[in-house]
Nanobody, 127 residues
Framework: QAQLVESGGGLVQPGGSLRLSCTGSGFSLDTYTIGWFRQAPGKEREAVSCASPADLSTYVAFSVQGRFSISRDIVRNTVFLQMDRLQPDDTGVYYC????????????????????WGQGTQITVSS
């Protein structure tokens, strides 16, 4: 059964760093456009960052520019979200997603209808 499995969430102090991982099971992520999304308590889900293999484009939400970066490890069939200088507003459940590789990163992030969603991992930024 094809699925995405996330890991790396937890509690971190403001200014700290975390790296989230999302591993594909049952399919190869290298041909998929991938993305990270998050949902804070009481708020709608929002895009964080996406990356496309078709045109090698990436999209990073303004709120996390300069602090978060997306990458993938083809050998490990894993997507990462490196998060630095975390702030309390970054608190939420983070989800990875994958969709057809022809999508640009911007389309994935701004109009998400992914084929696969991960189960979500909680990030709490608090002192």
């Amino acid at each position: 059964q094809a699925q995405l499995v996330e890991s790396g969430g937890g509690l971190v102090q403001p200014g700290g760093s975390l790296r989230l991982s999302c591993t594909g099971s049952g399919f190869s992520l290298d041909t998929y456009t991938i993305g990270w999304f998050r949902q804070a308590p009481g708020k709608e889900r929002e895009a964080v960052s996406c990356a496309s293999p078709a045109d090698l484009s990436t999209y990073v939400a303004f709120s996390v520019q300069g602090r978060f970066s997306i990458s993938r490890d083809i050998v490990r069939n894993t997507v990462f979200l490196q998060m630095d200088r975390l702030q309390p507003d970054d608190t939420g459940v983070y989800y990875c997603a994958a969709d057809r590789g022809s999508l640009t990163a911007q389309t994935m992030c701004t109009s998400p209808t992914p084929r696969f969603w991960g189960q979500g991992t909680q990030i709490t930024v608090s002192s």
